[in-house]
């Protein structure tokens, strides 16, 4: 996960004429049978086939490509670490008078979004980057790290967390974009139902045996295997009936193609 930033965009006012105006139509979810990168590690020119990315809200998306803008709307970004403490630290996670800090991503700090009070700022403070994402031109937004509650000691729940995702995916559809969760496989349909998601972007649903929880609600799956921990060859994989159609493996750092480490393959 990498520095998340946003450009903020202004929110035209729709003008009703002559009474009631059509609802917009909601926006598009990926195809299901796209082929979609996952370039978190920096932009690339996508391989042939390629019809669609996942990128860094930091870069642009991929021309003539499905774009979908990667934010992390439960955690902080490194970068962003002091800012958080020094203006926002009500807002942050606290156990024993530290910040709690998700044991995988140690430069990561867990929000606070125990109350409606503290869901609410920060589904404030992320409008400008949600909005930014349309406003570069991508086509949907996905939220990183909606299972932060597994990793807040019981400070905040499922709940909370569905809370703050449909606050989110509520601006995103306002500013057009369709919206993705994020793994977490317990929410079975709550995610679409509650939260308003519209597809989803899954990591490892193969290796944890989750896709069906996936599949069973979205159309539009998006999973990434990664090549360190793949549960035999890439052909076993996508023989595999559970698995998403579009279904990718990555290296585990999301590396390009000039990297070594790098590698890219598809079902």
């Known amino acids: 996960m990498l520095p998340r930033t946003g450009i903020p965009a202004l929110l035209l006012p729709l003008v009703l004429l002559g009474g009631c105006a059509a609802a917009p139509a909601a926006p598009a979810p990926p195809p299901a049978d796209a082929v979609i990168d996952y370039q978190l590690g920096g932009p690339y020119d996508p391989a042939?086939?390629?019809?669609?990315?996942?990128?860094?809200?930091?870069?642009?998306?991929a021309p003539g490509l499905y774009s979908v803008c990667?934010?992390?709307?439960f955690q902080t970004q490194p970068s962003e670490r002091a800012v958080w403490l020094e203006e926002r630290a009500e807002l942050v996670l606290t156990a024993e008078g530290e910040p709690v800090i998700d044991e995988n991503w140690p430069d990561e700090l867990i929000l606070d979004i125990s109350t409606a009070e503290k869901r609410s700022a920060i589904a404030g403070l992320g409008e400008s980057a949600i909005r930014g994402c349309a406003a570069s031109g991508f086509d949907a937004v996905e939220f990183d790290n909606l299972d932060s509650f597994t990793r807040s000691g019981g400070?905040?729940?499922?709940?909370?967390?569905?809370?703050?995702?449909?606050?989110?995916v509520r601006?995103?559809?306002?500013?057009?974009?369709?919206?993705a969760q994020k793994n977490t496989a317990e929410l079975g349909?709550?995610?679409r139902d509650e939260a308003g998601f519209d597809f989803a972007v899954v990591e490892?649903?193969?290796?944890?045996?989750?896709?069906?929880?996936?599949?069973?609600?979205?159309?539009s799956v998006l999973d990434i295997e990664y090549s360190d921990d793949l549960r035999g060859g890439v052909d076993e994989l996508c023989a595999d009936p559970t698995v998403p159609v579009s279904t990718i493996v990555r290296d585990r750092?999301?590396?390009?193609?000039?990297?070594?480490e790098y590698v890219f393959e598809r079902c």
């Not at 601006?171 to 919206?179: S, V």
């Open 155 to 168: 400070a905040f729940d499922i709940d909370d967390a569905l809370d703050l995702a449909a606050r989110y």
């Open 204 to 219: 490892e649903c193969q290796r944890f045996d989750e896709c069906a929880a996936y599949t069973a609600v979205y159309d």
């Open 189 to 191: 349909g709550r995610g």
């Open 70 to 73: 990667y934010l992390n709307g």
């Open 253 to 260: 750092d999301l590396t390009v193609p000039s990297d070594p």
């Open 48 to 61: 042939d086939g390629v019809g669609g990315v996942v990128r860094d809200a930091t870069a642009p998306p």
């Open 171 to 179: 601006t995103a559809h306002d500013a057009g974009l369709a919206a």
